[in-house]
């Protein structure tokens, strides 16, 4: 299952630079773990030790929040990776 | 709140309005606005709103104007270099609009002073550059009943949500939670000078909304815009019941100051090192030199960089970790010690072991040991 994942500017070092990317997976769980083949590091940028969503990060599904690492991807989705941002 | 014969002239376009009109501008008179941070952000939303005939604007900021400010923070020009952004927003707002009252408040927004500051404002503007400000206005604003309209910006990216206590989600139902280091800001990241011209603005779009009643506020929507695909994306974003100020047993029931940074901050694993104590373990006859990774931006490091410092830019770090010894101790280094905290928390993962990060980086270096360093 493909989607199109979009990245938070702040994460952007680690996709070379690229703001969307693809990422394969049928949960959030599976994309987010094939993103870290790609992109090492980047996981643990979003996902704390616990598998819980960083509380400075939020995931949404097309535009809807995902709450929960098993909450199902479709084929044509695009899963957005949204960071809290500090400047003013 | 009538309208002088200057002011109908002056808002002639807004009296034509027919969603504005003379209510919406006597509204608007009567208003009151707290622009908390006049940089990048509140620039343009105290200068649309001074120009839109807001009664009353209060400024708060307690720093001075950089050089490096001008290139986004279109409130002051070069005249106003050095002179307290407060104080030179308010002349600025004055002289673009006689006909309305603007406060200077040129001191740092605490727990010890927010409530008192907020009570004499009916809405707040948020433009702050700290997530501690942000949390700190945010739960104010619920814990008095105002609402806020809150944007932030990194490098060509912005975000904007208007939250209205009772009525929909807060900051804090958003981003629960999140520390300064946690996220670069603007002077570790760079921003491109025109993407707070267009969050500012629609910042003041919001406030002169929410006073006037008319459309349909931003609320329960968290809004993203991306300037280099000029891209707006909007997301829904839901009230949180378990939210610790506004849901249903808040923790939170006074605004209160961030805990100050101590021992305990640092994640486990994570040593912290003082410049002074990095000065002492470089010294001569204090053993072998732990290896020092710089990881800023290769134009920082070339701006000025300790000699025996490697740099591995932290977007670099994951695919370069081979690099760092696992057990000697590399000490983390950047600006003000965010990225390098970061890094440390990257080596730890990757089984280095008890990795240093350089407490305040090399801003503090330079204020504690050597003055002559350059930092970009």
Request: with cysteine; glycine share 10%.
């Amino acid at each position: 299952m493909s989607c199109t994942v979009r990245i938070a500017s702040p994460l952007h070092s680690y996709t070379a630079g690229a703001s969307r990317v693809e990422g394969r997976g049928a949960t959030l769980a599976e994309v987010l773990g094939d993103l870290e083949q790609r992109f090492p590091g980047i996981r643990f940028r979003m996902i704390d030790e616990q598998d819980r969503i960083r509380p400075h990060m939020r995931l949404f599904i097309n535009s809807q929040e995902a709450r929960e690492l098993t909450t199902p991807v479709r084929g044509g989705d695009t899963v957005h990776v949204i960071c809290a941002l500090s400047g003013g | 709140m009538t309208l002088s014969a200057n002011e109908r002239a002056r808002y002639q376009r807004h009296l034509s309005l027919r969603e504005i009109g003379a209510e919406g501008q006597e509204k608007l008179k009567a208003a009151r606005v707290l622009i908390v941070g006049a940089g990048g952000l509140g620039s343009p939303a105290a200068l649309y709103l001074a120009a839109a005939g807001c009664g009353t604007l209060g400024l708060v900021d307690f720093d001075r104007v950089d050089v490096s400010n001008l290139q986004r923070q279109v409130l002051f020009d070069t005249a106003a270099l050095e002179q307290p952004k407060a104080e030179a927003g308010r002349a600025r707002l004055a002289a673009l609009n006689p006909e309305i009252r603007v406060v200077a408040h040129a001191l740092e927004l605490k727990a010890a002073n927010v409530r008192a500051l907020l009570a004499d404002y009916d809405l707040v503007v948020d433009g702050s550059d700290r997530l501690s400000t942000r949390y700190l206005v945010n739960d104010a604003c619920v814990l008095l009943g105002r609402p806020l309209i809150s944007a932030a910006i990194h490098r060509f990216e912005g975000q904007l949500a208007t939250y209205v206590p009772g009525r929909g989600p807060c900051y804090r139902c958003l981003f629960p939670q999140a520390a300064d280091g946690m996220v670069a800001n603007c002077a570790e990241a760079g921003v491109l000078g025109v993407l707070p011209g267009v969050l500012g603005t629609l910042q003041a779009t919001e406030a002169i909304k929410l006073i006037t009643g008319v459309g349909t506020p931003l609320v329960g929507r968290l809004l993203t815009y991306d300037a280099l695909e000029l891209r707006f994306q909007e997301f829904r974003v839901e009230r949180r019941r378990d939210c610790a100020v506004c849901g249903e047993a808040p923790t939170i029931t006074e605004p209160r100051d961030p805990p100050a940074p101590g021992p305990q901050a640092a994640p486990d694993g994570v040593r912290r090192l003082t410049p002074r104590a990095l000065q002492a373990l470089l010294a001569p006859g204090a053993g072998a030199t732990p290896p020092l990774i710089d990881v800023r931006e290769p134009w920082e490091y070339d701006t000025g960089h300790l000699p025996e410092a490697v740099n591995i830019p932290l977007g670099e770090l994951p695919q370069r970790m081979a690099e760092i010894p696992r057990a000697a101790g590399a000490v983390f280094i950047c600006r003000s010690g965010g990225r390098s905290m970061r890094a440390c928390l990257l080596a730890l993962q990757a089984g280095v072991a008890s990795p240093a990060n350089l407490e305040g980086g090399m801003t503090a270096w330079a204020g504690e040991v050597d003055p002559t360093m350059p930092v970009a």
